[in-house]
């Protein structure tokens, strides 16, 4: 009899657990497909806010446009704002307006936002930018652009604070109005035009309003070059070296990858070079000049210091940021910054000669209301 009790027993503990290994299993897999759906809301979420840009979407809106419950929005965006990834700010009494941090159109206190295209030459800036906001309770955000007009076009709509561009799109974007100020130079040099001898088809890649359209134009002037503008550098690399492209215009660290390939020249008469210097400037929305001017100006400083006692470890933070951007290793990184000159240099009487060189003259006046 007791042996009958104690089998019966153990088969009742037997059942219990699988019953508790049934009940664990559905919640776990409840759990997951909790998780997963939390996981859709966030990406539906960002995806929603990423097309509304600058202009943002409110609260309200969101709970009636994605198919989720308002506690789950709720909690989804409490935990997007937690992370910094969102930002809200109260609209009338009983809304709010919702944006991506990266493109909310106001300085936020304690962050900055800087706009770079995919190229090495900013690696000396974004490093001393991080040592200059050391102790001071900043962050920095670095976006990377495909092209400078959007990049100055993000910077002119005061989702950036600081966008570092090419000396030509800052000129050429605030002549039609007064949203920025360039507060230096970065440096010349690093670019070149080059040519594919297996390739005869003519047509050039470039990017858009920018220091190598220029230095392209007397290939369409001269020999009727047809352009095609990339976004992606390295994509229109390897576009160049398969042959889809005669010649291409194009900046380090892609270019000397480029030159290393057989049968890849510079091409020597692709127009003069004066206009180069300088090739890159810094512009601070006009905005941010006004509200944090003295941190402006410590960014200003701070750049002109690091270069005057630049050395290679101190680059470390901006060699990161443009390796995460380009897919080259540090050391590619490193040698490419041997083809610049670094200076922070830039005048009134610079940038009116820059200007001429360009081929559009501006008056000082104009040119005055754009520096620092």
Known sequence: MRAEWSQLNFDNVAFNLCMLNAVQGTLVHKGLRYINKMGNLRSELLRELESRGPGGLR????????????????ETLAS???GGIILRKREGKASKRVWLTEQYPGHIEGLVRVGILMSSEYVPFLSSIWKSMEGKNQK???????????LISSLHEYTLEIGVAPTFTHVLFSLTNKKEVIISAVGSGGSAVLSNSAVNNNLLAT??????????????????????????PGKAKDEFLAGSFEYMAIWEPFLSDARNHPGIEEVSDSGEKSFLNPCCSIGVSRNFLESEGELVRVISRGYHEFLEKMGEPDLD?????IS???GYNPEELLESLKSYEFSDRLDLAMLRKYMIDVGIPVSSERLKEMLL
């Open 324 to 326: 995460d951007a380009t």
């Open 317 to 321: 933070y901006g060699i990161g940021v």
């Open 59 to 74: 609260q309200n809106e969101i709970y009636s446009a994605l198919n989720y419950s308002r506690s789950h929005v709720s």
């Open 80 to 82: 997007l704002e937690r």
């Open 207 to 232: 990017s858009e309003s920018s220091t190598m359209a220029l230095m392209s134009r007397e290939l369409v002037k001269e020999k009727g070059a047809k352009i095609h503008f990339f976004t992606d």
């Open 140 to 150: 920095i955000k670095v976006r990377v652009f495909g092209s400078a007009p959007d």
